[in-house]
């Protein structure tokens, strides 16, 4: 008897670290004892290993078996640890060669009659393997097509411990098995959204396609039967298709969250719309046991959309304040910190005061102003600071219905279209960066003497910053838009029309 190794990955947030697991099989009153860190679901991986193993027909020998995770100081969480520590224990009882499990990352969970039960996160433990080096890793059979979307690594699928141990070479007889697989509900194909159905708002619908072609954050401000969430839903259909690098980050916090991964991965942009009532874990990431991603990292490459937003309470949006500068979410535990991509587009959308009649042509509100004052005033300063586009939406009248009649609405595949050259333009100027699009360039590259504005384009928001309408990073966020409609105009640079009306798309309001 020896001492055996073999890998597993833990993850933290979607960042996957390989963890190397030995088992000695020593002398001693039988027991199993596994160190190294690990949470309640993984300390009771001693008892499914023994239970699986036996039912497997390599039942472990009755000596004393220690198994640990190292390094030692990084927390282990849950069971996908259970296939490699069953290996390693394997071979440590020298049932199975020390020289094949140990170049092979084992990743699943046992069930006590030895079949292999899938996991959630195995795409990101694969992108973690490997980044790390690995050459091959070990999957239960129902997470192979979610660990085969990860390029330049062999993936081995098996339904039961019997039958990876035969493949590491035990001397077992194969053994007909189902392979246990997870329910899966055909997801359902969401209707097809035309921007056509939106009636009058040109403005807003101006204003939709302009976020969509630079990555812009926007604010709609108006009354109930505005439009302003039927104009939200509709901003997914005109954002351009992911690359292959940003779905397959989309697809590693969908396999986080405990979404089934499919062979495909998903092209379109995703919309996640919380309810007012959700906590600041549901929106931005947490758990007090597993770290789970939240609605900001699940919109990631997408729209986060805030019905509602004033009823959120202000803790919970404030919370949004990091992802919107940095792009991630940070969750920090006393013996970790765990990192989710937030790379998302926010749209909020807020009546203008508590009955939501305010500034209504046909309807008289009821709310005093402290109560107006009060009832926005949720959205903190700081928060709508880092919201580019801000729009009031108003309510179409009898007259502009009729009116509307007559004229060609505006189609989601023809924004679309201008999205996508405004997108070309954009990425062939950002060529060489690590930027996509207007809404992501730092406010050093607005400043750049190669992309600096002239003094008589820019005079109108320098004016703006030094009487205090506008903050320094308000000051870039109008440039960022101005520099949209440029790209949306075919232009190869804003100049002062672009920047006054960038400048009154962000203080509409």
């Not at 999957?139 to 979307?149: C, W």
């Not at 009823?311 to 990091?322: A, G, M, P």
């Not at 505006?410 to 924004?415: I, M």
């Amino acid at each position: 008897m020896s001492v055996a190794r073999t890998r597993a990955v833990a993850l933290l947030g979607v960042d996957g670290a390989l963890v190397e697991i030995e088992a000695d099989m020593g002398a001693g009153l039988p027991a199993f004892v596994i160190i190294g860190l690990p949470d309640t679901s993984l300390g009771e991986a001693r008892d499914r290993v023994r239970s699986a193993a036996t039912n497997s027909g390599c039942a472990l020998p009755a000596r004393k078996l220690t198994v640990n995770l190292s390094p030692a100081s990084l927390p282990k969480q849950g069971s996908s640890f259970d296939l490699g520590i069953a290996i390693a224990a394997l071979a440590a009882a020298e049932l199975v060669p020390a020289e094949s499990v140990e170049g092979v990352v084992h990743l699943g969970e046992l069930g006590l009659d030895g079949r292999l039960r899938p996991v959630d996160g195995v795409l990101p433990a694969v992108l973690g393997a490997r980044r790390a080096g690995a050459a091959t890793v070990m999957v239960p059979t129902d997470n192979a097509d979610e660990a085969a979307l990860v390029p330049g690594i062999r993936v081995v699928a098996v339904p039961s411990l019997r039958e990876a141990a035969i493949w590491h070479g035990a001397g077992l007889e194969p053994e007909p098995v189902v392979a246990i697989t997870r329910s899966r509900t055909e997801p359902a194909v969401p209707a097809e959204l035309d921007l056509a159905d939106v009636i009058g708002n040109v403005d807003a619908v101006e204003a939709l396609v302009v976020a969509a072609a630079g990555g812009h954050h926007l604010l709609m401000v108006g009354p109930p039967g505005a439009g302003k969430s039927m104009l939200a839903a509709r901003l997914p259909g005109l954002l351009p298709d992911l690359d292959a690098d940003s779905a397959l980050e989309v697809a590693s916090i969908r396999s986080l969250a405990g979404v089934a991964v499919t062979g495909d991965l998903d092209r379109r942009p995703p919309f996640e719309a919380p309810h007012h009532t959700c906590s600041a874990a549901a929106l931005v990431g947490g758990g007090s046991g597993v770290i789970r991603p939240g609605a900001a990292s699940r919109a990631t490459r997408g729209v986060l959309f805030l019905d509602e937003a004033p009823e959120f309470r202000q803790t919970v949006l404030d919370c949004l304040r990091q992802p919107l500068e940095s792009g991630e979410t940070v969750v920090h535990r006393s013996r970790a910190v765990a990192r989710f991509p937030a790379r998302f587009q926010l749209v909020a959308a807020a009546n203008p005061c508590p009955c939501g009649q305010y500034g209504s042509r046909d309807s008289d509100c009821s709310c005093s102003p402290h109560q107006r004052r009060r009832y926005l005033s949720k959205l903190s300063g700081p928060l709508v600071d880092r919201i580019d586009l801000q729009l009031r939406v108003a309510r179409i009248s009898s007259s502009q219905f009729r009116a509307s009649a007559d004229v060609v609405p505006t189609t989601t595949r023809q924004a679309r279209e201008r999205v996508d050259r405004a997108r070309g333009r954009a990425a062939r100027r950002l060529e060489g960066t690590p930027w996509r699009s207007s809404g992501e360039v730092p406010g050093t590259w607005l400043r750049d003497p190669a992309n600096r504005l002239a003094v008589a384009d820019s005079q109108p928001v320098d004016r703006a910053l030094e009487t205090g309408a506008l903050t320094m990073r308000g000051y870039d966020r109008v440039l960022r838009v101005a520099w949209t409609l440029a790209d949306l105009d075919d232009e190869p640079a804003p100049v002062r029309r672009h920047v006054v009306r960038a400048l009154s798309m962000r203080q509409s309001l």
